[in-house]
């Protein structure tokens, strides 16, 4: 018997027939990406026009650029902006690709005027937006703006919910060019993420001009919903802060696991041209040592993040400035190709990234992350090479020579690192196999167990698959269950459905070896982890009293699902979960 499934593709919705063929229906249709609601709703003529320089024509490398935020806070004025400016071309960062000029949060008035226009903060830019817009474009780099898809900014000015083509249209008008649009207090705007950014998307196209969105969404995963068919590029980590643990934390929700089953080994099969991982904005300059200003911007340059500068640059020094503007650097963050390096290798603190370029050659980091000096060694077998390869240091623009099978840097000390470019011109390289769709996705009709799927996302405590929290059998009211997941509180964990399931099914509930007093609930939500409207079903809280409890909810149309287990650190299990289409 077939079935019809609704499924919300942008903010256009569409009956899908036959669920039950998911494996040659439904995921064929969700490769039709998001905004085909877009498309269809835009039409013709100029917007249609706008919308294929919003999709084809933007941030085909990693943006560049500088931002206020790292730097000033909210202490920005008018006069510190265009001493920025003046600086961005005095120092050489405009020739060396930094085009974007960013006043992050603190720029407006507590209050819109009132026909419900977005204005300046009077004493900070009394000369208004527009003409400060004016001397930046006059200066050859462009102009961006922060925002907020809330009701209020992070520092509780007015944020653009309800107001969304209204500020588009004034940034517009204003000569944007860039758009950080940031998501505080947006958990109470009753839409998804996707719904939510989707808009903006629209809004930005209607407006005719070419503005870069970036997705300041560090609580959600935007790579998971799609998010290169919305925006340019989406934050993937918390706020950096001027120290190297943040660094590598920030690098690290871009190619480690932290927020991601470790087979996907990062986020680097989600990026490419016109979408970028975001892991923030750089803090070159700020930290306290040349070594970890070198370390920031080589694992930034690796990953193929954007390089959005956040020192102030009017006293910058030249030690900073070179780091900065270092040309065979910057060029591998830019190449054309677009690919985000990997791991090939990590073990005690030493990594080694890989990044094929479009020329043939394959850019290479080696880093030391531990406080014991190190011999680091790349084996060309780690980077699809063999037999002699030349070698370069990108650092010092200098050929070392040329290298059968491998090559060593001896003695690198804690935050040490080479940059490396290795091979000759030629066909490009192969990259590592990305993982397939089916690992991680609903691809198949009648029951597919959670446990046979990566997460593709995760926030918390990671879970177990197919045994408790602490690798024992799951048992639930005395039945062992071979199949679920055991998890401990907080856990999210987001499994991507594609919208090819109807029903959700799990026995759940504490851990049967857990004597504490804390409870739990579990809940299930659709895509976001914030907010009361995404919540699927709750369980009330639980105890280690409370009999298991059994869940059957409705699925249908979902494109990703998060399990969440909130509370204290208690063990819970979600037994025998599975997601159901119908036979």
């Known amino acids: 018997m077939k079935s019809s499934v609704l499924l919300k593709v942008g903010f256009r919705v569409v ?21 085909v609601g877009t498309n269809a709703r835009l039409g013709s003529g100029r917007n249609a026009s706008a919308l294929h320089r919003y999709q084809n024509e933007l941030a085909r490398t990693p943006p560049m650029g500088w931002n206020s935020w790292n730097a000033f806070h909210g202490d920005i004025d008018e006069q510190k902006i265009r001493g920025i400016a003046d600086a961005m071309v005095e120092s050489g960062m405009r020739d060396a690709g930094y085009t974007y000029l960013v006043i992050d949060d603190g720029w407006m ?26 001397y930046i474009h006059r200066k050859g780099l462009k102009f961006g703006l922060y925002q907020d898809r809330g009701h209020s900014t992070c520092m509780r000015l007015p944020g653009s919910f309800g107001h969304e083509q209204a500020d588009m249209d004034t940034f517009a008008e204003w000569g944007v060019d860039y758009i950080k649009l940031d998501s505080c207090y947006a958990e109470i705007n009753g839409r998804k993420s996707s719904d939510d950014f989707g808009l903006f998307k629209e809004c930005i196209v209607r407006t005719g001009r070419p503005m870069i969105l970036s997705m300041a969404n560090y609580t959600d995963p935007s790579w998971a919903w799609d998010g290169q068919t919305i925006g340019h590029l989406w934050r993937t980590s918390f706020d950096i802060r001027p120290r190297m643990g943040s660094v590598y934390y920030c ?27 975001d892991p923030d904005m750089l803090q070159v300059g700020n930290l306290k040592t040349a070594i970890e200003n070198r370390t920031h911007f080589g694992l930034w340059y690796i990953l193929a993040a954007p390089l959005m500068a956040g020192n102030d640059l009017r006293s910058m020094s030249d030690e900073t400035r070179d780091i900065l503007t270092a040309p065979e650097v910057l ?10 390096g990997y791991k ?15 020329d043939g050659t394959t850019a290479v980091l080696l880093l030391n992350r531990n406080s014991e000096p190190a011999d680091m060694t790349v084996t060309w077998d780690m980077i699809g090479l063999s037999g002699r390869q030349k070698v370069r240091d990108l650092w010092r623009r200098k050929d070392l020579g040329h290298y059968a099978g491998s090559f060593t840097a001896e003695s690198l000390p804690q935050h040490g690192h080479r940059l490396l470019k290795v091979g000759s011109k030629g066909k490009p390289l192969a990259t590592r196999d990305p993982v397939p769709l089916e690992k991680y996705a609903v691809t198949q009709e009648g029951a597919t167990f959670l446990s046979d799927l990566y997460y593709i996302w995760k926030s918390g405590n990671a879970p177990r698959y197919d045994k408790n929290f602490e690798g024992k059998a799951i048992v639930m009211n005395g039945t062992i269950y071979d199949k679920g997941l055991g998890c401990k509180a907080t856990s999210k964990i987001m499994f991507k459905l594609d ?39 709750d369980s009330g809280k639980m105890g280690k009293d409370t009999p298991a409890k059994t869940v059957d909810v409705d699925v249908r149309g979902i494109d990703c699902l998060i399990l969440a287990i909130e509370g204290k650190q208690a063990p819970g299990n979600w037994a025998n979960a599975r997601v159901v289409t119908s036979q």
């Open 15 to 35: 009956v899908l027939v036959g669920l039950s063929m998911c494996m040659s229906s439904c995921s064929h249709e969700k490769e039709i990406p998001q905004d």
């Open 109 to 134: 008035a507590d209050k819109r005027t009132r026909e419900g226009q977005l204005t300046p903060d009077p004493n900070k830019f009394p000369g208004g937006i527009k003409a400060l817009s004016d």
């Open 251 to 277: 690098a690290d929700t871009t190619a480690g696991n932290i927020v991601i089953h470790p087979a996907f080994n990062g986020l680097w099969q989600f990026a490419g041209p016109g979408h970028w991982n």
């Open 331 to 340: 060029a591998v963050n830019q190449d054309p190709r677009g690919v985000q």
């Open 344 to 358: 090939v290798y990590d073990e005690d603190g030493r990594e080694i990234y890989n990044k094929p370029l479009h």
């Open 499 to 537: 919208g090819c399931a109807e029903r959700f099914k799990a026995v759940i509930g504490l851990d049967r070896a857990y004597q504490g007093r804390e409870t739990v609930s579990f809940r299930l939500r659709e895509q976001d982890p914030i907010g009361p409207d995404s919540v699927l079903y």
